[in-house]
């Protein structure tokens, strides 16, 4: 399967972003899908995550109540609507099918990975 993540830009503190992951080559309607972000000399961290049908979703902490997370099967495409952004949400956003259906934090858990798509917030 491959992905590709959009959506990311260059926005205020406050605003608000939609980015979006869509998945070509096979369907990804039995597998949970995440996010996680990643700066520059950091190992990439984990933001938020859906099961198969959307049933549950997990998020990290900081991105709680801003953050998220939803899917479209139909359009085999996730979501990551992003309200209140602050500078420190800045860094590359990657998309990610997970092995099992079930949303998960874990990294290792992850099979498919998108290019990412960069935010960047200014204070």
Do not use: H
Not at 16 to 29: D, I, K, N, Q, V
Not at 35 to 45: A, C, L, V
Not at 56 to 61: C, P
Not at 83 to 103: F, H
């Amino acid at each position: 399967v491959q992905l590709q993540a959009s959506g990311g830009g260059l926005v205020q503190t406050g605003d608000a972003l939609r980015l979006s992951c869509a998945a070509s080559g096979r369907t990804f309607s039995n597998n949970a899908v995440g996010w996680f972000r990643q700066t520059p000399g950091k190992e990439r961290f984990f933001v938020a995550s859906i099961s198969w049908r959307g049933q549950t979703t997990t998020y990290e902490d900081s991105v709680k109540g801003r953050f998220t997370i939803s899917r479209d099967n139909a359009k085999n495409t996730v979501y990551l609507q992003m309200n209140s952004l602050k500078p420190e949400d800045s860094a590359v956003y990657y998309c990610a099918v997970a092995k099992g259906s079930w949303a998960t934090m874990d990294v290792q858990e992850y099979r498919y990975w998108g290019q990412g798509t960069q935010v960047t917030v200014s204070s």
